[in-house]
C-alpha cells in the first residue's frame, strides 16, 4: 500500500498543456478546503460514458429517495457495499451514490462557459482491446485461490484497514473521520484490485493514462477562445487510493491515444 496524499497532482504534458489530478474519497462530499480550486479548461473522469450517462439518473432517483442506492450497495454483500457500511457509520459528508464530487465536477462542466468539454477515459465496450483486458481481467479474478481469498475478506478487511490507517496523512483540514474514511477507501480499492497480476494492473493503467493524454491534446485543439497562448489544463477527478499507480503510470507514458469530448 503506498502513502496517501491530499493535495493535487501537476502532470506537465512534454507536448505542452497541464493534468491536474485532484485526490478525493469516492461517495463523499469533500471539505472545501479539500477541493480542487484551480482554473481548467475540461475535466475527465476514468469511467466510460455509459456511466457518465447513468450518473444522471442516479442522481434523479437519489433525489427522489435519499439514500437509497447506498443502501442497496450496504445489502448486496459486495466490497464496494462494504465500502459504503464502513462510510456509514462516520462522521462525515456522505457516503452517496453518485459521486457528489464527480457530479459536482459534471454538473459544473457542462454548465460553465456553455459547455466545458468532457472527456470519458474507460473506453467503451466495443473497443476490441478492452474487451480482452476485461476478459482476461474476469478470468484472473474467479480463479480458485481468489475464490478461497473471499472468504476471509472480512478478517483480512480489517487488518488492511489498520494498516492503511498510518499511511494516511495528517492535515489541519482532515479530522479522525475523514481520515479514517480515506483508510477505508484505500482498503477497498486494495482488495478490488486483489484478483488481478501486476500486468494486467500496468496494462489498465498504461491505456487509461495514455487516453488522459490524447484528452489533454484534443481538449487544446478544440480551444476557440481569446486565451489558447495560455496553458490548457485538464483536471482530473480521482479516488485518492488509485492516484498512486496512476501518478506511477503517466510519468514513464509514452504513448497518447487522441480521444474526443462527449457529445
Known amino acids: 500500500m503506498p502513502e496517501l496524499i491530499w493535495e493535487e497532482f501537476n502532470f506537465e504534458d512534454p507536448d505542452g498543456g497541464r493534468i491536474i489530478f485532484w485526490p478525493h474519497i469516492p461517495c463523499l462530499r469533500m471539505p472545501s478546503k479539500l477541493r480542487s480550486h ?4 475540461g475535466v475527465a473522469f476514468l469511467n466510460s460514458s455509459l456511466d457518465l450517462k447513468s450518473w444522471i439518473t442516479d442522481a434523479e432517483q437519489e433525489k427522489n429517495s435519499p439514500g437509497i442506492h447506498r443502501d442497496s450497495a450496504i445489502a448486496s454483500g459486495t466490497l464496494f457495499g462494504r465500502l459504503m457500511s464502513d462510510l456509514n457509520e462516520l462522521d462525515v459528508d456522505g457516503p452517496v451514490i453518485p459521486d457528489p464530487e464527480q457530479m459536482r465536477l459534471l454538473l459544473h462542466a457542462q454548465n460553465s462557459r456553455g459547455g466545458m468539454p468532457v472527456y ?12 480482452d483486458w476485461q476478459i482476461s481481467s474476469a478470468d484472473q479474478q474467479v480463479t480458485y485461490l481468489n475464490l478461497m481469498l473471499t472468504l476471509t475478506t472480512g478478517r483480512r478487511w480489517k487488518k488492511q484497514r489498520k494498516h492503511a490507517i498510518t499511511l494516511v496523512p495528517s492535515s489541519k483540514h482532515v479530522n479522525a473521520d475523514l481520515g479514517a474514511a480515506a483508510a477505508s477507501a484505500m482498503t477497498w480499492w486494495f482488495e478490488e484490485q486483489r484478483g488481478l497480476s501486476d500486468e494486467l494492473i500496468a496494462l489498465r493503467d498504461a491505456r487509461f493514462v495514455s487516453r488522459i493524454r490524447g484528452a489533454l491534446r484534443d481538449l487544446h485543439h478544440s480551444r476557440v477562445d481569446d486565451t489558447k497562448a495560455q496553458e490548457t489544463t485538464l483536471l482530473v477527478p480521482i479516488h ?12 514513464s507514458c509514452m504513448d497518447v491515444e487522441l480521444i474526443t469530448q462527449e457529445d
Not at 470519458?120 to 474487451?131: F, G, H, R, T
Open 240 to 251: 485518492q487510493a488509485r492516484l498512486p499507480s496512476i501518478k506511477k503510470a503517466i510519468s
Open 120 to 131: 470519458a477515459i474507460e473506453p467503451e465496450l466495443e473497443d476490441e482491446e478492452w474487451v
Open 38 to 41: 484551480s482554473n481548467f479548461d
